[in-house]
Nanobody, 124 residues
Framework: QLQLVESGGDLVQPGGSLRLSCAAS????????IGWFRQAPGKEREGVSC????????NYAGSVKGRFTISRDNAKNTVYLQMDSLKPEDTAVYYC?????????????????WGQGTQVTVSS
């Protein structure tokens, strides 16, 4: 079975930090580009960040650049999203995905496998 499972979502205060994890089974993440996406209520899904399979290329949405960091641990077959200086507008369900490309456009259609999502709420 192919499965991506996100964890780490929580309620956090503005200015706080959170690290999301995405554990893979049934596929080797080192062979895939990985991405993080999010969807807030009433809004379309948007790309947040991605990393190429080699790790040499990363892309970030302008709204999160400088605050979020994508990383991977191939030995653990896990991808992470470190989120710092969180803002209320970061509130959304966050999804990890695996696919063929990490483009600056962060198109969801470039990704083949998706996790179930984890809720991040930024509020005081």
């Amino acid at each position: 079975q192919l499965q991506l499972v996100e964890s780490g979502g929580d309620l956090v205060q503005p200015g706080g930090s959170l690290r999301l994890s995405c554990a893979a089974s049934g596929l080797t993440l080192a062979s895939f580009a990985i991405g993080w996406f999010r969807q807030a209520p009433g809004k379309e899904r948007e790309g947040v960040s991605c990393m190429s399979n080699s790790g040499h290329i990363t892309n970030y949405a302008g709204s999160v650049k400088g605050r979020f960091t994508i990383s991977r641990d191939n030995a653990k077959n896990t991808v992470y999203l470190q989120m710092d200086s969180l803002k209320p507008e970061d509130t959304a369900v966050y999804y990890c995905a695996a696919g063929d490309y990490c483009s600056a456009y962060l198109f969801g259609s470039e990704y083949n496998y998706w996790g179930q999502g984890t809720q991040v709420t930024v509020s005081s």
